[in-house]
């Protein structure tokens, strides 16, 4: 196995080498099954826009020395662009999620098929609910948001499977999808959150361990919380959240604007549509 096909991943800000997306080729609300969707339902999805956004993204990406796998789009899986609940790498490791909802099942397969092929350390999560967009990841902690996507079951399982890592359960309403949609690590002492969302006494413990940034509700419902980071402080957003941006700039992080609004009304960001498969631990 050639160095190339290492999964690595031990936060969320190390710096990236390999990320795997997906074209929004087929991209369509079908079902609402989020908030953002019921706002652009009628509206729907511009699909070439969508496309032409998503190529603009992969080439920042590469501008920055990152990898990028383009998984195949198929027609029968509509949410497809947004690779980071499909699975998600922890420690040496990717984890391969089963998907909650109808529309979505079978994508895993496709991720699958790539890993296989590229002989890539893979566990396959089968029979657990348990979606990417609610693991993150910081050195020894992960945090699993418990929502209608991620059981408290798979999370029990994970940390069967992982008993060296702190594993941290984070509830949060059913406004929002998963956990990154409203707290998101930027590096080993600040993180984005919008308040309200997370149960009280999680947010304590956040606070404890974070300098926490909130997000506006203007800015949360064009996902500001959901930021891509690259390593050395970079950070993918979009330009319409000015304010976390300035925020951002304030303690230091180089921003790269890049938009996406085409693809968040579908209820999701930059982290949403990559799942890291390798970052270089401690950069």
């Not at 969707?37 to 590469?62: N, T, V």
């Not at 893979?122 to 996507?149: C, H, K, M, P, Q």
Request: hydrophobic letters at 35%.
């Amino acid at each position: 196995m050639s160095e190339r096909n290492i999964a690595a991943c031990f936060s969320e800000y190390d710096k990236l080498e390999q990320v795997v997306l997906c074209e929004p080729q087929y991209m369509t609300i079908v079902d609402t099954i989020n908030e953002t969707q019921k706002h652009y339902k009628k509206e729907g999805i511009h699909i070439d826009l969508a496309m032409k956004q998503h190529r603009h993204f992969i080439s920042a990406l590469k501008d920055q020395g990152v990898e990028v796998v383009l998984l195949p789009s198929l027609e029968k899986y509509p949410e497809q662009v947004f690779t980071r609940d499909i699975g998600f790498t922890l420690g040496e490791k990717v984890y391969v999620a089963e998907m909650a909802t109808d529309i979505r099942q079978g994508e895993e397969n496709v991720l699958k098929q790539w890993l296989e092929q590229k002989q890539m350390p893979f566990y396959n999560l089968t029979g657990d609910r348990i979606e990417g967009g609610d693991i993150l990841i910081d050195g020894n902690t992960i945090y699993a948001g418990v929502s209608n996507r991620t059981f408290e079951e798979a999370i029990d399982h994970l940390r069967n499977l992982l008993p060296n890592y702190e594993i941290i359960s984070v509830p949060f309403t059913d406004t929002y999808l998963h956990l990154d949609c409203v707290f998101n690590i930027l590096s080993p002492e600040e993180a984005l959150i919008f308040p309200g969302e997370i149960h009280g006494e999680k947010v304590k413990m956040l606070e404890s361990r974070y300098d926490l940034i909130r997000v506006s509700e203007e800015e949360q419902f064009t996902l500001g919380t959901n930021v891509l980071s690259i390593g050395n402080k970079k950070v993918f957003s979009l330009p319409v959240n000015k304010n976390v941006n300035k925020e951002l700039r304030a303690r230091g992080y180089e921003v790269i604007e890049v938009d996406i609004t085409e693809i968040i009304k579908s209820g999701g960001a930059f982290r949403c549509c990559t799942m890291p498969v390798r970052r270089s631990k401690g950069l």
